[in-house]
């Protein structure tokens, strides 16, 4: 959608990119740069050790963009420290955008949240960005959306390691690589990935984050408890301490 946006923007069919176009496009780029810096920074002296720095910065970049969908490595990733192997988890539970082949919580989502706490903080109950106001329902979705898919993937992992028993962060990073559908894997210390060590149960959990990540966490949840039937009755507002 957004690549259809832009050359239609681009031939003069219309006259503005929409708001969704400008949250993915900067958010795309925030990504990749922060994910960037993080592995400069973490493996300079690691995974990267005897590259040049030239070459540091382009296997940095496109690690970072990797991440997130698309599940190609120029590095051993089981040479990667234990800080970049978590941090990398929160870019391929982010994905890619939402109308895309990437899985994920989607990159709106996670703007979205960082709209709300913002403007939580500040005090202002009017989240706006490009001069666009954003509903109160979009942000709680948001929050609900992080929400339930970190207790899916926590879980999951949980679940993998202790009936695998196998490390906990290595597991994580596969669990959160099957929920972005991103391909990643530490490896098996062979030509195989982590997750071909698991027993039948925990490749089916992998799958089962696979098809949670593609189809989308609400989608999934829809489908497992059913959709909620709106109510009718509405009750006083009550105060409660935070």
């Known amino acids: 959608m957004v690549i ?21 496009l900067l958010m795309t780029v925030i990504l ?4 960037m810096l993080l592995l400069l920074s973490l493996e300079w002296d690691s995974a990267f050790k005897g590259l040049s720095w030239e070459h540091k910065v382009l296997a940095a970049w496109f690690a970072s963009v990797n991440y997130r969908t698309a599940g190609f490595n120029t590095v051993d990733l089981s040479t990667l ?11 391929m539970m982010i994905g890619g955008a939402p109308g895309g082949t990437a ?26 960005i490009f001069r666009r106001s954003i ?6 979705k948001a929050y609900a959306i992080i929400f339930i898919a970190s207790i899916y993937v926590v879980a999951s992992t949980i679940l993998l390691s202790e009936l695998e028993r196998t490390p906990f ?13 991103v391909g990643l894997s530490t ?13 039948n149960w925990g490749k089916i959990n992998i799958i089962i984050l696979m098809f949670m990540g593609r189809i ?9 408890i059913g959709k909620a039937v709106q109510s009718r009755i509405k009750y006083p507002e009550a105060k409660v301490i935070l």
């Open 4 to 24: 259809t946006e832009l050359y239609y923007y681009r031939k003069k069919r219309i006259l503005r990119l929409s708001t969704n176009t400008k949250i993915i």
């Open 32 to 35: 990749i740069v922060v994910g």
């Open 81 to 91: 420290t234990g800080s970049d192997m978590f941090f990398s988890t929160f870019f």
């Open 103 to 128: 899985g994920g919580m989607k990159v709106t989502v996670v703007a979205l949240a960082f709209i709300g706490v913002w403007y939580t903080i500040r005090g202002d109950t009017h989240a706006h």
């Open 135 to 140: 509903s109160e329902y979009q942000i709680s």
């Open 169 to 181: 962060l290595p597991t994580l990073f596969e669990a959160c690589s099957a929920f972005g559908t």
């Open 187 to 199: 490896g098996n210390g062979g030509v195989l990935s982590f997750s071909a060590l698991f027993s």
């Open 216 to 224: 989308g966490v609400f989608a999934f949840t829809v489908i497992i």
